[in-house]
């Protein structure tokens, strides 16, 4: 409720009435945990499942059935790659464009995880030592964010845009999907959107 620096110290007091003092304080309670439910006609009497991503319905079966996502932040965009072979018909529904730059998402053998399992510390050095050129990419990524001129976002762009050209092969539908904005840099008329994402399923 309260976290105020004074002499050198951050003074901190919660909610439930505990106070403390530190030197330094990280801020680890994410940007995007207030749902934000669309104000959708009809949605009330919607015979099927819907559910936010932040609140997902594990009981829900989503195998061969028709399913339908609403926004396409990091959230929505990554739900569709994962649920895209799974659905017989899935519709993605944006209110705008959206980069979206590749990732390398590996997958891990059972072996490697069973490695993991027996030996914990190996997990603990895996998180705590990154490899360097996870580093470097991260450092490369964190600069080009506070750097709108750099060599950084130079690159995420040029990804981004590669990515479009090469994913999305219907010329119309790549138009429809091309955001009119720089990578990672929306203009203000879109400053409302990152501010309330939301990500439903149907």
């Known amino acids: 409720t309260d976290c105020a620096y004074r002499d050198g ?3 901190v007091r919660t909610k439930a009435g505990v106070t403390d003092s530190a030197d330094i304080v990280i801020a680890a309670t994410g940007v995007l945990h207030h749902l934000n439910m669309p104000r959708i006609a009809g949605l009330e009497t919607f015979a099927g499942a819907c559910f936010h991503t932040a609140r ?3 009981s829900v079966p989503l195998d061969g059935r028709r399913v339908g996502v609403i926004g396409n932040g990091s959230t929505g965009v990554q739900i569709i790659s994962a ?3 799974r659905a017989a018909r899935l519709c993605h529904f944006q209110r705008t464009a ?3 730059m590749p990732c390398e998402n590996p997958e891990f053998s059972q072996e490697f995880r069973e490695s993991l399992r027996n ?3 190996r997990l603990r050095d895996l998180q705590i030592n990154p490899t360097p050129d996870y580093t470097a990419n991260v450092e490369r990524f964190n600069n080009a964010l506070v750097d709108a001129k750099s060599a950084g976002i130079d690159e ?3 990804y981004c845009r ?3 050209e090469h994913s999305v092969t219907d010329p119309v ?3 429809k999907l091309r955001p009119t904005y720089r990578a990672n840099c929306r203009s203000e008329e879109h400053t409302s959107e990152l501010q309330s994402p939301c990500n439903l399923v149907c």
């Open 98 to 100: 959206q980069w979206i």
């Open 119 to 121: 030996d914990p510390e």
């Open 156 to 158: 995420i762009e040029m």
């Open 173 to 175: 539908l790549r138009e």
């Open 9 to 11: 110290r951050w003074h």
């Open 162 to 164: 590669q990515n479009l």
């Open 83 to 85: 649920l895209a072979g």
């Open 56 to 58: 997902w319905d594990h």
